[in-house]
């Protein structure tokens, strides 16, 4: 959010989706047209995940150090409108 290149916001979305494909990125959107798509390359295929179109999280890290600060639930996955529910704050249970 600062745009120093450090991640201080995350959404974190439901997996609806995941498979080993042999396909093209682009043919693979294709199929699951407005879903995020995200993938891990291995040697000879890579698997994908399809994720929700809205998140059920959002999380931030106001330090940067790479532990949440403070979460958000949208349980209705309807996007930032005002409804999100206080979930938790990570970072006091972690060491």
Do not use: C, Q, W
């Not at 609806?16 to 959107?29: H, W």
């Not at 699951?32 to 059920?56: G, L, N, Q, T």
Request: proline share 5%; no cysteine.
């Amino acid at each position: 959010m600062d745009r120093n290149g450090k991640a201080d916001y995350y959404t974190l979305r439901v997996i609806i989706r995941a498979f080993f494909s042999t396909d093209s990125v682009e043919f693979v959107a294709k199929n699951f047209p407005r879903k995020p798509i995200f993938f891990v390359d291995f040697e000879k295929d890579r698997m994908f995940y399809v994720a929700a179109s809205k998140p059920i999280f959002y999380a931030y890290d106001f330090d940067e150090d790479g532990h949440f600060d403070l979460m958000f639930k949208d349980p209705l996955e309807d996007g930032i409108n005002g409804n999100e529910e206080y979930y938790d704050r990570p970072s006091e249970n972690v060491s």
